[in-house]
């Protein structure tokens, strides 16, 4: 059954041509491309629950030239082409909904060159967060956004993935410094220099960042790194509604206190947690914290948050800079969403991630409570409460109509509520299949340019189609 | 004479017509707009080495109604309109290569909202740095980025400005959340929400942040505020070579510390000073760094950075959290401007802005010295080494033709060199119209892309032609 409704109107105006493309790529490719049933169901959208659309073929690249060879062969015949990377995304994005060629970039997996010196590093979008990170450990850096999934930075770049510790670190947006990508054409460019910062020319690193592979195929991604901070101290505290807490969360952010990481749980998501992880948290609305910097800045920050906590009724703060107990505080957060798919095994997992100016954001999470509240639905909410951005997890039953209804209509309304709250409806997954109409509702005419730019960009519309636009 | 060479070649396409949108324009705005000569005087590049060319009529707007009529009245045309702020661009941005129609911004002076718990303001372009801070000092806010000049927002998101705190908070780039802008075809977009994050669609936002005028008129900007910070904290330090300084900044970085600003002076410019602003700093390379944070923060920072500038011969570091003090110090920096063309009175000042990895910067700075000691030029270094960027201020007189030649292959030298260490050829100022070639030189292919997204947005080519591409 299909649960979310996708609008492909803008896209049927361009002519694919698949079969040729295909007899193409196999003379090329040889055993490098595949059209076997394990390997394309093994390339498509399995995280989210838009449908799997399977892709007629799958290339499986090793280095820019195989993408290049790809794109030239595809835009020649005028056939879609997916990039995939480990198929973490939670909108669809690997889905063939016009049928086409995944290309699977996960064996462009070197790490390029490290520049301790600039905390730069420049990789090849197969590299996962987490091979980065151990790659890096002995040069005492660390590349933070953490979108929890250990994705790979060419799908983090390519959907503007942020995480846990946006707050301090930005979103890959920020992060960022380079690309090398090979456009529809199958033309090959750099968008910008190693340099810091820029003022040459459009910025075309940020317009294909986020653009969720519907313009050009990432093959090198330069990016910042930080280093590793000398101390680290993660903290919690509850308190007696979810606005106390992020009222405390603003006086922190206002305060000046770079906070690494401040997560909040709803009571329904600590009661799944309690659950699942055998927990005994109180059952009251949970901020979780990280704090990074020397050990007198840790210690301070964790000191001003205590006072500023205590202010808006909050209870049992604890802190501690001990990895194990650190661990041990984060297993909550962790085990999210773990413990709602295991709250309701029946259901389907619906992630939303609407985000809102944070002086909104009690308001925007207590009428989605009362919302789900009202039509017996069923969402545990968790959030990067620093930025404004969090995530109803819905859980609903596919085989019963009346509910994928009523969740669909709540859905609307999610994204209604924030974007009327002059926030986004999607603040770090993207756009995808399923948020189309909702970004139309949200920036409108701007929405027309963005077309412009497809079409000039991508004239017969072969990369990634059916995604934003 | 003319300095320095311009290339117009990608604009000689379009076809334009100025006299009769100046007809329409009279009829539209009435005593709004004028023709006369002091009026369009003041309307022109007034700060740069290049010529002053003229608009051939200046329209004064008052509210975004006012911006669209004229974008309607010169769409119908085909007449260039080039934006006119508070006129500061170092880059010829506000020359009417085409002739055409200015339009001036100032009037666009609003603060529109305030969202103190959001750390977040929302401007009319026309806005000034020190007025919006003025404004928000009661807040306890206050916006950082700080290009020198007392530029209009509107200027400073149009050329992504940065200036000497930018190795803490980011240059506009970063700072700016949201934008409303007349496109070329009249229509007014609002390019994201107000949301800290996103992932809708296409970043429009960071498309339009350094463009220049080339893409559309920028109407009402939102941008990130921060705390003032409890305490500030300035000191400086003496190396005995710029290689010392520059690497006692990249050991001060990669330990985390979160220098607010670190500015680099040559001897050439500590001389300057001392004359100009009759110091008597020692004739040496000099760091001058500034401090944000808590009382005990500062404190810690300022301590950290005396140890590593020690391991680097660093000499005499002084710092003070008071006011006074403080002043005193960054009087030096604040002076660089004056002192430069004092030295030289008979002189044209040129302003260059490259920025490179900051493991080449003393390389970079040290070859461009031995440059101009070889060819007898003279250009005392002032730079945001934290950054890796830094100016050349090149003193030339006009009238002496073979000095011109000598600097026109200076400057080019100087931007190759800085393309050659993975470095961009503007860090902050923008391409305007004296870099076009080495912008190519530096992105080559993708600035054919950057050419469709122009001719795509703004098919009659007019807004602020003949600039970047």
Redesign the interface.
């Known amino acids: 059954m299909t649960i979310l409704k996708v609008n492909n109107s803008f896209y049927e105006k361009f002519q694919y041509n698949v079969n040729s493309a295909i007899k193409d790529l196999q003379k090329e490719f040889g055993q490098q491309f595949s059209t076997s049933q394990s390997v394309r169901e093994q390339h498509t959208s399995t995280t989210t629950v838009h449908k799997p659309e399977l892709p007629d073929g799958v290339v499986f690249a090793y280095n820019k030239n195989d993408v290049q060879k790809t794109v030239r062969i595809c835009h020649e015949h005028g056939c879609p082409i997916i990039p995939f990377g480990v198929g973490s995304s939670l909108e669809g994005h690997l889905n063939a909904n016009f049928g086409g060629v995944s290309i699977d970039m996960n064996n462009l997996n070197n790490i390029i060159e490290v520049?301790?010196?600039?905390?730069?590093v420049t990789v090849q979008p197969g590299v996962t967060r987490e091979q980065l990170n151990t790659y890096l450990r002995d040069t005492?850096?660390f590349f933070p956004i953490d979108p929890g999934a250990n994705a790979s930075i060419g799908g983090m770049t390519s959907?503007?993935?942020?995480g846990t510790n946006?707050v301090r670190y930005?979103?890959m947006?920020?992060n960022v410094i380079s690309l090398e990508v090979v456009?529809a054409n199958g033309?090959?460019?750099?968008?910008?220099?190693?340099?810091?910062?820029?003022?040459?020319?459009?910025?075309?690193t940020?317009?294909l960042?986020?653009?969720e592979g519907t313009?050009g195929i990432i093959t090198e991604i330069t990016l910042k790194l930080?280093?590793i901070?000398?101390e680290i101290g993660a903290g919690r505290c509850t308190f007696s509604s979810v606005k106390d807490a992020t009222d405390a969360v603003?006086m922190t952010?206002?305060?000046?206190i770079?906070v690494a990481r401040i997560e909040l749980l709803d009571i329904a998501q600590v009661k799944a947690v309690n659950n699942y992880s055998k927990l005994n948290l109180p059952e009251a609305p949970l901020l979780l914290l990280e704090f990074h910097?020397?050990k007198?800045?840790v210690k301070?920050q964790s000191e001003?948050f205590n006072e500023i906590s205590k202010d808006f009724g909050g209870n049992n703060f604890e802190w501690s800079s001990s990895v194990e107990e650190r661990n041990k505080l984060w297993k909550a957060r962790h085990d999210v969403y773990y413990a709602v798919k295991a709250s309701r095994p029946e259901a389907e997992y619906i992630a939303t991630?609407v985000?809102?100016?944070?002086?909104r954001l009690s308001e925007c999470i207590m009428e989605t409570i009362e919302d789900m509240e009202k039509n017996n639905l069923y969402g545990p909410i968790v959030g990067h409460v620093g930025?404004?951005?969090f995530h109803v997890q819905l859980m609903i039953d596919p085989k019963i109509q009346k509910e994928v209804d009523v969740a669909n209509d709540f859905l609307e309304r999610l994204a209604h509520r924030?974007?009327n709250m002059?926030?986004?409806?999607?603040?770090?997954?993207?756009?995808g299949q399923g948020?189309k109409q909702y970004?139309l509702d949200?920036?409108?005419?701007?929405?027309?340019?963005?077309k412009?730019?497809?079409?000039?960009?991508d004239p017969k519309g072969i990369m990634n189609p059916g995604k934003?636009?």
């Open positions: 520049h301790p010196e600039d905390s730069t005492g850096l959907t503007r993935a942020s946006a930005g979103t947006k920020d456009m033309e090959i460019i750099k968008t910008a220099s190693r340099a810091r910062k820029s003022s040459a020319g459009y910025d075309l940020r317009l960042v986020g653009s313009l930080y280093g901070p000398e603003i952010i206002q305060a000046g770079p910097g020397s007198s800045s301070e001003l991630d985000c809102v100016p944070i002086s930025d404004g951005n924030a974007i002059d926030g986004t409806c999607t603040g770090e997954h993207g756009v948020k970004l949200e920036l409108g005419p701007a929405v027309d340019f963005m412009l730019i497809k079409q000039e960009l934003i636009l």
